[in-house]
């Protein structure tokens, strides 16, 4: 019977027939929820004796007062919780592929935005009671507060220590990792490989233009969020004719700081602080390890964090979970 009508069905008959006594068994623990305490006596099985072939004595757990059915009676019938984790981005997509090889004890579910991720995971945890799924999440850093993680963390959404996705790849360890594999079937030095990767991944980041569109985007933003913050409330709009928020622009220090950090050659720090998906680094580290394009790259990485525990280890650490 199908779960939209067997409660509502079972409820009438009760209802029709005050003067019979019904035995209902199921699976279904919402639908035992659905039938008020005071009509039913419930009791969870969770297993049974058998001698000779015949059933000697059942264990049960008895449900009684308004409290839903508790977890150790569910734990009983259906086992632990389904673990799913959301995440950004679209089926295939670089989320999905990463978080699957990274973190594999839940089934990965892209759900579009870091937005969809935080109010998938929220909704879920809010009401655990109605359903049986373990859910957390996972988003990009895109330069969240320290306040701001601790309040997704405790909901369930672990943070990417780095800018986003794309930047585990290029981690400092991880084309270490790769350009040793690479040397290794080559016959070359592994540091000479390592060192020509990051000089092509500073090169990258030198170009001014590319540099003012990183700053830029970082700014703009900052400049959003801000805005957000400062959006009057609709008790504010009815005593107010004009609205002229002062938010404070900071392209120019990011343009700053992003050239001191690539004339420092600190690539971990740029990978923390700033998305670069489209600055060339992708293309240009891939192919100065040998590969023909960025994705093949980051398909030999995530080979390499199957064969790598350690490896592996590294780049999970990075995610927050």
Not at 62 to 78: H, K, M, N, W, Y
Not at 83 to 92: D, K, L, M, Q, W
Not at 290 to 316: H, K, M, Q
């Amino acid at each position: 019977m199908h779960r939209a009508m067997s409660a509502t069905l079972l409820l009438a008959m009760m209802g029709a027939r005050p003067d019979c006594h019904f035995v209902v068994m199921t699976h279904d623990l919402d639908l035992a929820e659905r039938i008020p305490d005071e009509q039913a006596t419930k009791v969870v099985l969770a297993g049974c004796r058998w001698v000779d072939g015949a059933v000697e004595s059942w264990t049960a757990y008895p449900i009684t007062g308004a409290d839903a059915i508790p977890e150790d009676a569910r734990l009983a019938v259906l086992g632990g919780r389904k673990a799913i984790r959301f995440v950004e981005g679209t089926a295939g997509g670089l989320d999905d592929l990463t978080y699957r090889v990274l973190l594999p004890g839940a089934t990965t579910t892209p759900v579009g935005g870091c937005s969809e991720v935080i109010r998938s995971t929220r909704g879920l945890r809010s009401a655990d009671q109605l359903h049986w799924i373990d859910a957390t999440g996972v988003v990009d850093n895109d330069r969240r507060s320290a306040e701001e993680i601790t309040a997704l963390n405790q909901d369930g959404v672990a943070v990417l220590g780095l800018s986003e996705v794309e930047n585990l790849y290029y981690w400092p360890p991880i084309i270490a990792a790769i350009a040793a594999d690479v040397a290794a079937s080559r016959g070359e030095p592994a540091g000479d490989l390592e060192s020509r990767a990051t000089d092509e991944a500073l090169a990258s980041l030198a170009i001014s233009n590319i540099q003012i569109n990183i700053a830029g985007g970082v700014a703009l933003a900052a400049v959003k969020d801000e805005l957000a913050v400062l959006l009057p409330t609709k008790a504010e709009l009815s005593e107010i004719h004009t609205f002229e928020p002062v938010v404070e622009v900071t392209f120019e220090s990011e343009l700053k700081r992003l050239a001191d950090l690539v004339e420092a050659r600190d690539l971990a720090e740029i990978l923390r602080l700033y998305p670069v998906r489209e600055s060339g680094l992708r293309a240009r580290v891939a192919k100065a390890l040998g590969f023909s394009n960025p994705a093949t790259y980051e398909s030999a990485v995530r080979n390499l964090w199957v064969r790598d525990p350690d490896l592996c280890a590294i780049a999970r650490g990075l995610v927050g979970l």
